[in-house]
Nanobody, 124 residues
Framework: QVQLVESGGGLVQAGGSLRLSCAASGRTFPAYTMAWFRQVSREEREFVAAISPYGGNSLHADSVSGRFTISRDNAKNTVYLQMNNLQPEDTAVYYC?????????????????WGQGTQVTVSA
């Protein structure tokens, strides 16, 4: 398994941008499918985006498509989430998740590693 540490969250006004980072430990990072999920209070964790092990394929939720972009740098063991045109409804704790699987998965129950989360707050 990999250990994951998210960073880059914060407070931003509507229309602004943030870039989240997720640093992973472990030499097997390139083999992992990586994803971002978000959670508001006690609601179910919501899929945001996923990227295949070597970055050839990605999937974004309809709610963020065209605004958010997931990417990865396997040389740095890091996955990113570039978030543009942020809106108040994007306010949540964002989690980085990982699974040793070659495809793209959009349900948090399919992932077996996750970080502690980073808070993103968007003011109107």
């Amino acid at each position: 398994q990999v250990q994951l540490v998210e960073s880059g969250g914060g407070l931003v006004q509507a229309g602004g941008s943030l870039r989240l980072s997720c640093a992973a430990s472990g030499r097997t990072f390139p083999a992992y499918t990586m994803a971002w999920f978000r959670q508001v209070s006690r609601e179910e964790r919501e899929f945001v985006a996923a990227i295949s092990p070597y970055g050839g394929n990605s999937l974004h939720a309809d709610s963020v498509s065209g605004r958010f972009t997931i990417s990865r740098d396997n040389a740095k063991n890091t996955v990113y989430l570039q978030m543009n045109n942020l809106q108040p409804e994007d306010t949540a704790v964002y989690y980085c998740e990982a699974v040793d699987y070659g495809g793209l998965l959009d349900h948090t129950g399919k992932y077996d590693c996750w970080g502690q989360g980073t808070q993103v707050t968007v003011s109107a």
